[in-house]
């Protein structure tokens, strides 16, 4: 039987790992190298990591740094940040990166994803869509890029398709008011695109216990579970303590514990 | 991560398809004499052979057909007897054909690659299974020797669209649920090949892989 992934997000800034509220106030949170070996330990099913200041600044990602993450993961890996070009996207995955996520570079140039899926594979193709309510009254979502700082006034779900026509072979929705408040998925959000696409998604944004990941798998099925503060703080000042669920930890957040 | 010592290596073969260095690290790390395969030498003198692979069908055998390594890979596989293990894609282009392509494949193995098909009959259940095949699925061995010693049941990565479909059940080595039952894992003689990724696979794939380089 196929499990959820459960996919801790990490967030690269100024060289160390971050998480932000809202996109906004990173507070460090320890060494990139470290961290993932840490979660090699744990044996989390995937890792998304995230270079915050790349397409904000507009500068080239991180090769380096990339490659000696690729080396030391002993799980999927999938990598965003400044992804703009199939040059980079063909960088990237020759330095042992499973799946490459693209954003801003997908809105900037749309044949970026059907070229980039041409050359690595729908499987390595991954559009993530950073998305805020902008409605008053009634939910309008649009899409936002450049790390939030920018409304592109795009709607997500329209996004994701055209995404999905492209050949993205999966698609990451992030919320952006949700972002580092642990108060829960936007499930409306969530169930827009997953109405949109056949293909494999990721939620993330919001998750602030084990029970939001059951609430998200009740309401979609198979869906990765992505989370960024539940798998680095703990309790309500925030102290930083990398952690995940182990395996029975994991069947009872799916399967109550039925499964043996 | 090159020896040119005499002592016989292991040979990732490198034909722009895969994770080639997620497998020179997992190797090297446990000690194993380990080349990135560029050439028809570099596998001249191997003692196994691992076939990464990720994309499409023709891709995956456009790229070996042009790698100059072709010829020489089918004379140690299928002559010299060298173990091989196929990865992936590297597994199924182990086939005769695909139904993601019309490149005719190794056929190492008889057989063809098949699509997973979405029921089309608004059952909801299957709904819920999106295709690609993404994320940890168990894997069940038809025995729990050899490639799979110590890995009763174990939980493998898996990313992938298309599977195996062994004319000959008895090239099957194990099996996997997903929409339908399907097969994960193939051999016959020298020739291994595993549908899910080890090399990202943690404990488990360590094992696999650590059990193939002492087959």
């Known amino acids: 039987m196929l499990l959820p992934r459960i996919i801790p997000c990490l967030l690269i800034h100024r060289g160390g790992l971050v998480k932000t509220v809202k996109f906004q106030e990173p507070k460090y ?6 961290t993932v070996r840490i979660f090699n330990e744990k044996a989390v099913d995937e890792l ?3 270079d915050i200041d790349a397409s904000r600044f507009g500068v080239e990602p991180n090769y380096s740094l990339i490659k000696a993450v690729a080396a030391e993961c002993r799980m999927p890996l999938c990598y965003a940040g400044g992804v703009n070009s199939v040059a980079v996207v063909e960088k990237i995955t020759s330095l042992g990166v499973e799946k490459v996520g693209i954003s801003s570079g997908f ?10 899926a041409c050359r690595v594979g729908s499987q390595s193709i991954v559009v993530i869509i950073d998305a805020q309510n902008t409605g008053k009254k009634k939910k309008k979502y649009e899409v ?15 996004l994701a398709e055209r995404a999905q026509a492209s050949g993205a072979g999966e698609i990451v929705i992030n919320s952006i008011e949700c972002d580092g408040m642990m108060g829960g998925y936007d499930m409306d959000l969530i169930k827009g695109v997953r109405d ?17 990941f059951r609430a998200l798998v009740d309401h979609f099925g198979i869906i990765g579970a992505g989370a960024g503060s539940l798998f680095v703080f703990k309790g309500k000042y925030k102290a930083v303590l990398i952690q995940y669920p182990d395996w029975i930890a994991k069947k009872n957040i799916f399967y109550g514990g039925l499964v043996g | 991560m090159h020896f040119s010592t005499g002592a016989k290596a292991i040979s990732v073969i490198d034909y722009g398809l895969g994770n080639v260095q997620a497998f020179a690290n997992l190797y090297s790390r446990l000690g194993f004499n380990v080349v990135v395969a560029k050439t028809a ?12 692979g990720v994309g499409s069908f023709d891709w995956a055998m456009g790229r070996l057909n042009s790698s100059g390594m072709r010829e020489s890979l089918d004379k140690m596989v299928l002559d010299v007897g060298v173990p091989v293990l196929g990865v992936c ?9 695909s139904a993601e392509g019309v490149s005719p494949g190794l056929g190492w193995i008889s057989g063809g690659v098949r699509a997973f098909e979405i029921p089309d009959n608004g059952d909801m259940v299957s709904q819920r299974l999106p295709v690609p095949h993404m994320g940890w699925n168990a894997v069940k061995p038809a025995k729990e020797d050899g490639l799979f010693a110590g890995l009763a049941e174990s939980h493998f990565y898996f990313l992938h669209s298309y599977f195996f479909d062994a004319l000959d059940t008895s090239n099957s080595l194990a099996f996997s649920n997903y929409l339908v039952p399907f097969v994960s ?16 696979s943690h404990s488990g794939g360590v094992r696999l892989l650590q059990n193939f380089a002492s087959l």
Not at chain 1, 151 to 156: G, L, R, S
Not at chain 2, 185 to 200: M, T, W
């Open chain 1, 196 to 212: 949109a696409v056949c293909t494999p998604i990721t939620a993330l944004g919001g998750a602030g216990s084990y029970e939001d």
């Open chain 1, 29 to 34: 949170i320890g060494d990139p190298l470290n």
């Open chain 1, 48 to 50: 998304l990591v995230v």
């Open chain 2, 89 to 97: 894609v590297g597994m199924q282009i182990m086939a005769d054909y």
């Open chain 1, 144 to 158: 936002f890029i450049r790390n939030g700082t920018e409304n592109t006034k795009q709607c997500p779900f329209a």
């Open chain 2, 41 to 52: 030498a570099d596998i001249a003198n191997a003692r196994c052979l691992v076939m990464p």
């Open chain 1, 107 to 116: 809105i900037n140039d749309s044949d970026l994803v059907a070229e980039s």
């Open chain 2, 185 to 200: 894992a193939i051999n016959r003689d020298n020739i291994y090949g595993v549908q899910f990724h080890p090399e990202k």
